[in-house]
Every structure is written in structure tokens, then in C-alpha cells.
């Protein structure tokens, strides 16, 4: 996992710093407030995002219900919240009990850079982390079976297009890492893995 984490960090760093020497151009301080030189809030946007999302886990297929929201700065950085959820029965293959399914959701934040935001194509690597859980069930919702937590940890990569002045349409696939945790007869390997996503982008975009 190191060796996937680390070059990805020191791209997002020197693509952060690289941009904001071309946007900004000077080495004082921005700030919200009035010491040093203050952020012109013009800037400034917000969007909501809902996506649908397609992946597999231990070895049965998961649609996603995808939605984050945040804040945008100069249309390259973003930063907010997520919530991710299945909406399907997930049928985990290694399960030994008859007519059970898996649920599965995860929430916290993301940091988002976009390259090439003033073009009606660029791109979008939008960077989650936060906690999730899986948990078995069945139609009458009386088994007791537990549940596991986890941390989780995915970069994407999303293709989108300029719709319109308040909508962009996007497309991509994200790799979702999930930290040690056994539940059941599977672990975290069976639970990380590629996800394909699409959706939409709604907001004030600057």
C-alpha cells in the first residue's frame, strides 16, 4: 500500500503548489480574514454530487449510492463530506447461510483536485477517506450476526465534461482501499477493489 500512496502524495503536492503559484503568483499568506492578504470569497463555489456506483465484493456485484458535497476554490481544489451505501442485497460468495445478503455503507470527507478545469473536459481526483461497515441480514431482519468497522481509503479518477454553467457530467472508476478487518468467512481483501462510477456535479462553480 506504501508504494501506492506515496507517489500519488508527492503528485498531489506538487500539482497543489504548482497551481497555486500559477493562480496566485506571490508567497504571502491567503487568508479568510483580514490579516495577511485576504481570499477573494468571488472564488469561492459549492456542489453537490450524486453518483451511482458499480463494484464487486467477495465476488457478488454492489451498486452504490455515491453522494459527497463540498466546497470549491478557484474551480481546482475542493474539499467536503461523503456518504456511500449499497443499494442492493449483496450476496457474499464465501456466506455458508441460505437467504442471507450483505449491507454495506461508508461516510467521511474527501479532498478533490481538478486539472484542466477551464476546458469543457478535464479531469477530477477526487481523494476519500473515512469509516464504513458490512453487516449480514435477512429479509425479516432478526438474525444477529454482528457487524465489522473499518477505515477506508480510495483515490479516483474521474473524466468530466461541461454541461452547462451549474452541470458537469462525470465518469470514472476509483480503488477502494479497506483497512484489517475479518467478518464472517472473508476479510479486507474480499471488500477492496475497483469501483466504476457516474453522475453528476451540481453547483457554483468559480
Do not use: C
Amino acid at each position: 500500500m506504501i508504494r501506492i500512496l506515496l507517489p500519488l502524495a508527492v503528485f498531489i503536492f506538487l500539482t497543489v503548489n504548482l497551481s497555486i503559484t500559477k493562480t496566485y503568483g506571490q508567497s504571502e499568506a491567503l487568508t479568510l480574514l483580514k490579516n495577511g492578504k485576504p481570499m477573494d470569497l468571488k472564488k469561492v463555489g459549492f456542489f453537490l454530487t450524486p453518483m451511482l456506483g458499480i463494484s464487486s465484493m467477495d465476488g457478488s456485484i454492489a451498486l452504490l449510492n455515491h453522494i459527497r458535497g463540498g466546497v470549491s476554490i478557484v474551480s481546482k481544489f475542493a474539499f467536503g463530506a461523503y456518504v456511500s451505501h449499497s443499494l442492493n442485497q449483496i450476496k457474499p460468495q464465501s456466506e455458508t447461510l441460505p437467504n442471507i445478503y450483505m449491507d454495506y455503507w461508508s461516510v467521511g470527507g474527501f479532498a478533490e483536485i481538478t486539472l484542466f478545469s477551464d476546458r469543457i473536459v478535464h479531469l477530477a481526483l477526487p481523494i476519500y477517506l473515512g469509516t464504513g461497515e458490512v453487516q449480514m441480514d435477512n429479509e425479516e431482519g432478526k438474525l444477529n450476526l454482528g457487524e465489522a468497522r473499518f477505515t477506508q481509503f480510495e483515490p479516483s479518477l474521474l473524466l468530466e465534461v461541461n454541461l452547462h454553467k451549474y452541470l458537469r457530467v462525470n465518469l470514472g472508476t476509483g480503488y477502494r482501499l479497506i483497512s484489517d478487518m475479518r467478518y464472517r468467512n472473508f476479510n479486507q481483501n474480499h471488500i477492496s477493489g475497483f469501483t466504476g462510477y457516474m453522475g453528476l456535479k451540481v453547483g457554483l462553480f468559480r
